[in-house]
Every structure is written in C-alpha cells, then in structure tokens.
RNA sequence: GGAGGCUUCGCCUAGUCUGGUCUAUGGCGCCGCACUGCUAAUGCGGUUUGGGUCUUAAAGCCCAUCCCGGGUUCGAAUCCCGGAGCCUCCGCCA
C-alpha cells in the first residue's frame, strides 16, 4: 500500500502515477477523503475516550450521591465510546480499501502505457542459425526428458514429468543458480510452499491474482505461486536491526498457478504449466538504495543467463503491466526458435516499500527511527528456462549441447536420443 | 485425536486468585550523562510500538497497545467465551 504521508503532501504525484498506469485519478480522491474521514473519527473517538478515563479516576475516591451520578454520566458515556469506536472502525475499513485501491507509484522512467509499450533495453548474444528447429517439446520427448501425456494422465493438463536428463537438467539450472546466489552473499532459503490467508494477502496475490491462487480450503491455506510469498513473510511483523547492507535471499521452491484465464495459451510443452521450480532472489533494503539494488538483481539474473549461453533481451516493462506492487520491472526473455520469438524467463521487480508496508517490516535507521524497508524480488532460475535452453542448443540430428557451465551438474557434455 | 500448562514494553520477569492507586515491577542488554589520568567499576537519567493533535521542526498533550478476536462492567493485563502459537503427557502413525 501506498504511503498516507506521501499522498497528503503530494497528491499530484500519486495522480500522475496513476496516469502512467492508465489506471484511475479518481481513486487518489477516494483514497483522499477517506483519510480525512478515519482521522476526523479517530479524533472524535479518543475526545470521548479520554473523558471515560477521567471519570473513572474519580470513581474509587466518590461515594454516595457523588458515587451514583458518576455512574448516570459513564453510563452514558460508555455508550458514545462504543459509538464512536464503531465508526472508527467503518472508517479504517473504508480507508484501506481505498487504499488498496491504488498501485505502488512508478518510478520515474518507467515507460507509459500498456503490455505492448515495453521498451528495449539491450539485445544480447547470437541467435543460433537452424534451418528447421524443432521445439522444446519435440526435443525433450525425443530424449527421454520430458513426458507431457503422462503428465496429464497423472494430474491433468498443464502438468508434466521431467524424467531421467530432464530431471538432471532442471536441477542443473536449479543448482547452478542457487550456487550463483550463494557465491553473491545471499542466504539459501527452502520456503515452505503452503502458506496462511495472511501471508498471501500480505504479498498483494489475494487482490487481481486471487485466481491465479490454489486454495486448500479444509485448513484454509494456499499454494504459493513464487518463493517470494513465502521470502516477503519471512521477516512479516518485525524490525530488522541493521539494513546498511541489503539482506539477501535465494528460496527454492517448487510453486503452483492455476493459469486460470490463460486457456489456448501455451499450450504446447511446459512454457505455461501449473506446477514448476524456481530458485528466486529476494532483497530486503533501504529504500534509498533500492533503485541500484534492483539493477543488481537484473545483473545477476543476466549472468545466469549468459553461463545458460542463451540469447536474450532485457526490457523495461510499461506502468500499465507492472501489477500493483512494483513500482519498476525488468523482465529478461530469452529466444525461442521455434516460436521465433523471445520468450519471458525471469522478471525483476522493484517494489520499493509498497510491499513492505502491507507486510509490516521496517528496520532502524541511522538516527534510531523505525521505517518501512523496500523489497525486490527476480527470477534467479526456472523450470521454463528448459525451453530455451533445449532449443538454442539444438543439433540438427535431435541431440542438445549442454552449455559448459551446465556440464558439471549434468554429467554429460551433449545429451542425445 | 484427548488432557494440562504457558504467552506481559529487545531478552528474562513481577502483577492475574481478590477489576479502579498498573501512568505495568525488577533484572539484563542498550543509549546518554557524571566520576575515575583511557574501552573496567560505580552513580544518575533514558529505553514497547502505532496513531491523533500541535509545530518549520522538536518538545508537549491525547488515544490505543499486557498473543489475537468477542463479551461482562461505569471501568479489564486481571473475570467469561472463542481462536492462534509454544511446551508437557497420553493415544495414533512412522
């Protein structure tokens, strides 16, 4: 959520955010006018409150006719606090919902517009020239690695099994990732994948992602979607002692997604599937530092994707496709041929304190004061890395080079039918 | 699944039976100051968090906060109900 501050100072500020998103400026006033409200109720109710204590205080040290007309007055009195207290509720609750109402601001530089006005940043690596590329697909049941038809036996469509190289192969990129992180100083995390109403909530994934959730409702828990539910509630609640160095994270998880909506899509393969693995970076820092830090965590990203020898493009996605927490995104897709087109494979989001807010985590700044961190989170290493990989290393006879920094987890230097 | 115990301002802890003087005790830690010819000891002071109000800002004042949510009451850390977490024992499974 936004921060109420801000907003009173300079409204103006948030409006344009909202004009980059194409989102509403209407809803800045709704916000607006609900704080006004709650605080107006706020200073009503504590005005009643703090005669009901006066009273009280006087209460041990009256006796009789004294005694008694105390009592006719807090009796009464009790009554308008409860009142009170009432509307103050109505009007928290109307207050957060206009405020969850409003997306985290864009930071400056981030291009206006929708999902098609992305820009490029940056083309990198040679595309590899073949005459007929197969797909993924092709290649990994032509190896033994991946098996579809089975998959969706077993659990429906959109699940699959990766067996005997594809199995090794994820792992490779997997662990290969995860390596990088550790090297890089973060702290290697094993999340737990079921989380609490609370947690979800907090991360902002109950709001237009609720669809996308998997939800366990016999002991009301859902399935995470990213490691970074689980990573963002790590430290819900509390006050980090020390955030002169940004503190780092890299959770491995398997994570689930309904793909509800997304029917006809993707179809082929395991380019959109229900079920997959991530090794994801989660930062939590000084806002201040936020900007510098993401653009590590994009570096970092890159680096994985230059040891995968893949072609890829960066690029900085429009307000308009940014969801409600980040306020800038970088997304690295690598290249597809069999599609001919680039293809997503992680996605770096800047979410300054917006997330942190919501979560309640803030650490002690330089002169002892408690503010609210800012949070980053980006794709280390996937599943769906396997499409790029298998296909850009294809051989014309169906066997797949497997890239050098690869080779040790594998075992294998080429992987043929 | 059954029974019991616990949860207090960073940590430990008093208070809960017997509701108001709890504006929550003490210790540890931490911060500041004083003193001593150095970082030790001692003394004094400060030290939950959030919100509101006022202010250029600070201070001040007010409200909330004793795991969470309800209830009883003029008044709840304290009594009642529900829930969560932790611990112990029993059962079950491994």
């Not at 947690?199 to 002991?219: C, I, K, N, Q, W």
């Not at 979410?351 to 961190?373: E, I």
Request: hydrophobic share 40%; proline share 5%.
């Amino acid at each position: 959520m936004i921060d109420l501050r801000l907003l009173r100072e300079d409204p103006d500020l948030v409006r344009a955010s909202q004009r980059t998103r194409g989102a509403s400026e209407s809803a800045v006033d709704t916000l607006l006018s609900a704080d006004a409200t709650r605080r107006e109720s706020v200073a009503a109710f504590e005005a009643l409150r703090a005669e009901q204590k006066q009273l009280g205080k006087q209460m041990p040290k009256a006796s009789g006719d004294e005694r008694a007309a105390l009592i006719a007055r807090t009796k009464a009195l009790s009554d308008e606090v409860k009142a009170a207290e009432e509307t103050v509720r109505a009007a928290e609750a109307a207050l957060t919902e206009a405020q969850l109402a409003i997306p985290n601001i864009v930071q400056e530089g981030a291009p206006a517009g929708g999902e098609d006005d992305y820009v490029v940043l940056r083309e990198v690596g040679t595309k590899p020239d073949l005459a007929e590329p197969k797909d993924h697909l092709q290649l990994g049941e032509g190896l033994g690695a991946l098996d579809m038809e089975r998959g969706a036996k077993v659990s429906g469509s959109r699940f699959y099994f990766l067996t005997g190289i594809g199995a090794m192969l994820q792992l490779g990129i997997l662990q290969l990732g995860l390596q990088q992180a550790v090297e890089y100083g973060f702290t290697p995390v094993i999340p737990p994948v079921l989380v609490k109403p609370e947690t979800m909530r907090g991360t902002g994934f109950l709001g237009e992602h609720a669809s996308e959730v998997y939800h366990l409702p016999a002991d009301d828990l859902y399935l995470v979607g990213t490691s970074e539910v689980a990573l963002a509630g790590f430290h819900a609640g509390e006050i980090l002692s020390s955030l002169d160095e940004p503190m780092r994270y890299a959770g491995w998880s398997s994570c689930f997604r309904r793909e509800a909506g997304s029917y006809g899509k993707d179809t082929r393969g395991i380019v959109r599937v229900h079920q997959f693995d991530k090794v994801e970076m989660f930062s939590y820092c000084r806002p201040e530092l936020a900007a510098e830090e993401h653009l590590r965590l994009l570096a970092w990203e890159e680096e994985l994707l230059a040891k995968l020898e893949l072609p890829y493009r960066v690029i900085d996605v429009a307000a308009g496709d940014l969801g409600s927490s980040a306020a800038r995104k970088f997304d690295c897709e690598a290249w597809v041929p069999s599609q001919g087109r680039y293809l997503e494979v992680t996605s770096t989001s800047n979410c300054t304190t917006f997330q942190a807010r919501r979560l309640n985590v803030r650490y002690r700044d330089a002169d002892g004061k408690n503010q609210f961190a800012a949070t980053l989170n980006g794709t280390l290493a996937t599943t769906r890395m396997l499409v790029p990989v298998l296909e850009n290393h294809q051989q014309p006879d169906g066997s797949v080079r497997v890239p050098k920094a690869l080779q040790p987890f594998v075992g294998r230097d080429v992987l043929s039918p």
